[in-house]
């Protein structure tokens, strides 16, 4: 059974950068797409392809239209981890962020950017 378990969340100034990882046990992530989600406060969370996705190729990624240019998705196939390099964060961005594959969820990590 596939599970992932986020990190890398904290707080952060605008400005500032963190790194998200996901890690996975029970499947190999090669053979998946995987999607980065977000839930801002009060806020459902993000549908479709969520805020950044990657093809199980690595030949498609997609990014939503906030956060072009700043964000970054990878996956490191030796570790079966995938993360979501964030940079220039401001505090749009605070939200429990989750990885998703196939029809597994994470149970999110937590970016707050405030001064």
């Known amino acids: 059974q596939l599970q992932l378990v986020e990190s890398g969340g904290g707080l952060v100034q605008p400005g500032g950068s963190l790194r998200l990882s996901c890690v996975a046990s029970?499947?190999?992530?090669?053979?998946?797409?995987i999607g980065w989600f977000r839930r801002a406060p009060g806020k459902e969370r993000e549908r479709g392809e969520g805020?950044?996705?990657?093809?199980?190729?690595?030949?498609?990624?997609f990014y939503t239209d906030s956060v072009k240019g700043r964000f970054t998705i990878s996956r490191d196939a030796d570790k079966n981890m995938v993360y979501l390099q964030m940079t220039s964060l401001i505090p749009e961005d605070t939200a429990v962020y989750y990885c998703?594959?196939?029809?597994?969820w994470g149970q999110g990590t937590q970016v707050t950017v405030s001064s």
């Open positions: 998703k594959v196939s029809d597994s």
């Open positions: 029970g499947r190999n992530l090669d053979d998946y797409d």
């Open positions: 805020v950044s996705c990657i093809s199980s190729d690595d030949d498609y990624t």
